[in-house]
Each structure stands twice: as C-alpha cells, then as structure tokens.
C-alpha cells in the first residue's frame, strides 16, 4: 500500500507540474497585464529585438506578426488611453501631439486581432503623407471613435475593440528610441451612452 | 505537516519551472498560426507574390505599403532578389520560420534604387561581392518586401515596380 501511495504521490507531483507549468506559459503569452515590452508613453514598443526576448518571441509566434526590423525602423502599439484607460471601440479618442520629424510614419487603428476598420473611405489610418500637421512642433491631430469628427478622423465603427499602430520606418529612431514627449498622446473625448465609460 | 508537504510542492514547482521554460522555448517552432506555415499554404516558393488588392496571409502588416513575400524551403534553398525599386521608401526583410526578422534593409542603406540580396542557409551559396548576403539558419524563411504608397493613385505604379523584381532560387555553385 505504502508503494502504491508512493507512486501516486509521484504520479501527482509530475502531473501538478506540467499543469502549474502550461498554465503559467499560457498566462505569460496571452495576458496583456505581463507583457514587459518597454513602455512610451501610452505606446508599447514592439518589435525591440524579439530574439533576445523568449517571451516577446513566443508571443509574436503565437499571433503570427511580423514587425520590423532593427534596420526598417519601430512599431509602436497602443491599447490605453494616455492615463491607462483601456481603449473601447464604443469612445471616441484624439491622438494629439508630435511626430517623428523627417520620417515616414503611418498609424493604423485596427481590432487587437490586427483586423482593420472597414468603412466605405477605406479610411484605416494616416501617414506622414496625408495628415494635417502643425507647426511648431510638427504636431498631428487625428480623431477616431464611432462619431464621424472634424478633421484627420479614422472610425471604428464595427470594431468590437481598438488598438492603435504607429510605425516609425527609421533606422535612426530604431538605436535611440522616441520619449513620450516625441509621441502623440492619446486622449479619450466621449463614449457611447450605455455602452462605455469615457473611463 | 509543513515538512512533509514542502518536499513534493518543491518537486512540483521545479518540474513546473521546468515546463515553462521547454516550453517558452518550443512555442516559435510549434505556434500553428505562424507567418512562415500561412505563407507556404498561399503561395509558390521561390518566386515573389506581389500583394495588390488582397492583404498577404500576415497578421497586421501595415496597410499603407504594398507587400511582396519571396518564400525559401529547403526545396528552393537560398533565392536571390534583384531589381529596382519603387521610388518611394521601401525595405527588404528577411524573416524565419520562426518569425524573426535576421537581415533588413532600407531605401537609406541602398547605393542606387535598386536590390541586390542573397537570402538562405549560410554556407550553400558563395554571393558575389556586389551582392548583399542575407544569411539564414536554415533554408526555411521568407523575404518580405515592403514599398510605401504616398498616396492611393500611386498605387499601380509602385505594384508594377514590385512585380518587375525577379526572385528566384540560386544553384549552390553561385
């Protein structure tokens, strides 16, 4: 009986491990909350060497992306407003403040599947080619959110929630990363009666 | 009580410890939805597809460039791409099986307009001088091509500058 207890034990201690263990990596790989990427800002670099980062590599393994390389430039990615509220597809928003000088940059807003606003525009985002900036400070000001805005606006109707990719393609910007103070911020207007907080 | 159970919940968590990492480790080569498996069941390898109207099959590639993927199998070996690029700002990367990017490229690290570049297993080909190498672990990647639209009508031009890039696979005497 005692053998029989023993082996049981040991069968237990093996198969506990392999749970505890699948459950952490699960957890590490999915759960926004533990993704230590370098943070900007209300941006989250992205693609900052994923080689040398085994968690940053099974995560873009597991969603497919491909970002960009050291030489190609960044990406930055952005799931909360300014002051660390979670982005809804059902607020309206306002991207405010500087861009990167002298550089092709596009930002896109899309689903946290990377699946893009479909709206007779084609309107999926901006770039440094067909926003409205101004100076001084080469600043932009671009809205999105369900209600159709003044401006440089993106919707998102029909997104169930948002995420924002601001692509920087520099070489320069890739060895010395932007400080908040170089990126726009993002900052939440109103939000759909009922469906969300502006919170 | 405590003594007896500090033995086996430290065996557990060590063989946790364990499973974790083997298995942080193993997720690039085993993640069914990885780029390089979505690319190999769409297209031809060894010669470019250009992506014109429909996206490629790789989640959130950015949607104001033109996309072209040259893929490499064991079966191609390395490929060589070559011709002139689009006048706009463009790259050149090459990415593994497992997702990574190992060699990239810009209009700003180029002479002229135009790309020259070996990519595939080091050691199968001897690239010429003039030529960029592009080396790869093994022979199972992808060469991803991207070209910047300044706006939508220059669209069909710059598509037309990526279909003219020639991609195809190079003998190991090279």
Same mark, same amino acid.
């Given at each position: 009986?005692?053998?029989?207890?023993?082996?049981?034990?040991?069968?237990?201690?093996?198969?506990?491990?392999?749970?505890?263990?699948?459950?952490?990596? !699960?957890?590490?790989?999915?759960?926004?909350?533990? @993704?230590?990427?370098?943070?900007?800002?209300? !941006?989250?670099?992205? @693609?900052? *060497?994923?080689?040398?980062?085994?968690?940053?590599?099974?995560?873009?393994?597991?969603?497919?992306?491909?970002?960009?390389?050291?030489?190609?430039?960044?990406?930055?990615?952005?799931?909360?407003?300014?002051?660390?509220?979670?982005?809804?597809?059902?607020?309206?928003?306002?991207? @405010?403040?500087?861009?990167?000088?002298?550089?092709? !940059?596009?930002?896109?807003?899309?689903?946290?599947? !990377?699946?893009?606003?479909?709206?007779?525009?084609?309107?999926?985002?901006?770039?440094?080619?067909?926003? *409205?900036?101004?100076?001084?400070?080469?600043?932009?000001?671009?809205?999105?959110?369900?209600?159709?805005?003044?401006? @440089?606006?993106?919707?998102?109707?029909?997104?169930?929630?948002?995420?924002?990719?601001?692509?920087?393609?520099?070489? *320069?910007?890739?060895?010395?990363?932007?400080?908040? +103070?170089?990126?726009?911020?993002?900052? *939440?207007?109103?939000?759909?009666?009922?469906? +969300?907080?502006?919170? | 009580?405590?003594?007896?159970?500090?033995?086996?919940?430290?065996?557990?968590?060590?063989?946790?410890?364990?499973?974790?990492?083997?298995?942080?480790?193993?997720?690039?080569?085993?993640?069914?939805?990885?780029?390089?498996?979505?690319?190999?069941?769409?297209?031809?390898?060894?010669?470019?597809?250009?992506?014109?109207?429909?996206?490629?099959?790789?989640?959130?590639?950015?949607?104001?460039?033109?996309?072209?993927?040259?893929?490499?199998?064991?079966?191609?070996?390395?490929?060589?791409?070559?011709?002139?690029?689009?006048?706009?700002?463009?790259?050149?990367?090459?990415?593994?099986?497992?997702?990574?990017?190992?060699?990239?490229?810009?209009?700003?690290?180029?002479?002229?307009?135009?790309?020259?570049?070996?990519?595939?297993?080091?050691?199968?080909?001897?690239?010429?001088?003039? &030529?960029? %190498?592009?080396?790869? &672990?093994? %022979?199972?990647?992808?060469?991803?091509?991207?070209?910047?639209?300044?706006?939508?009508?220059?669209?069909?031009?710059?598509?037309?500058?990526?279909?003219?890039?020639?991609?195809?696979?190079?003998?190991?005497?090279?």
């Amino acid at each position: 009986v005692r053998g029989v207890l023993s082996i049981l034990r040991l069968v237990f201690i093996v198969l506990g491990g392999c749970l505890v263990g699948l459950a952490s990596v !699960w957890i590490a790989v999915e759960d926004p909350r533990l @993704d230590f990427t370098p943070e900007i800002g209300p !941006w989250r670099l992205v @693609d900052l *060497a994923p080689g040398n980062d085994p968690y940053a590599l099974a995560r873009s393994s597991r969603n497919g992306m491909i970002g960009l390389g050291p030489s190609e430039g960044l990406t930055f990615a952005a799931f909360a407003t300014s002051d660390g509220h979670r982005l809804s597809s059902a607020c309206n928003y306002r991207l @405010d403040g500087p861009v990167p000088k002298d550089v092709p !940059w596009t930002l896109t807003i899309s689903s946290l599947d !990377w699946r893009l606003p479909d709206n007779p525009a084609g309107r999926t985002g901006f770039t440094v080619y067909d926003t *409205a900036r101004q100076m001084p400070g080469n600043t932009v000001r671009i809205s999105f959110g369900p209600d159709l805005r003044p401006g @440089d606006y993106i919707p998102t109707r029909g997104l169930d929630d948002v995420a924002v990719l601001l692509r920087v393609y520099s070489s *320069a910007v890739a060895r010395q990363p932007l400080t908040a +103070a170089e990126l726009p911020a993002i900052i *939440a207007e109103s939000c759909e009666e009922g469906r +969300a907080d502006v919170r | 009580m405590f003594g007896r159970l500090l033995r086996p919940l430290t065996a557990l968590f060590l063989i946790a410890g364990l499973v974790h990492i083997i298995a942080i480790l193993l997720i690039p080569s085993y993640a069914p939805r990885h780029a390089y498996d979505a690319i190999l069941a769409a297209m031809p390898a060894g010669r470019l597809s250009v992506f014109d109207e429909r996206p490629p099959p790789i989640p959130a590639l950015d949607p104001a460039f033109v996309h072209g993927v040259c893929p490499i199998t064991p079966a191609t070996g390395p490929v060589r791409l070559g011709g002139v690029m689009p006048d706009t700002f463009w790259s050149v990367a090459v990415v593994s099986d497992t997702g990574r990017i190992v060699a990239s490229m810009t209009r700003e690290d180029a002479d002229s307009g135009s790309v020259d570049i070996i990519a595939g297993k080091a050691g199968d080909v001897l690239p010429p001088s003039s &030529v960029t %190498n592009m080396p790869l &672990v093994e %022979n199972a990647g992808f060469v991803l091509v991207r070209a910047m639209l300044e706006h939508q009508g220059a669209r069909a031009a710059v598509v037309e500058r990526l279909k003219a890039l020639v991609c195809a696979p190079v003998g190991p005497k090279t």
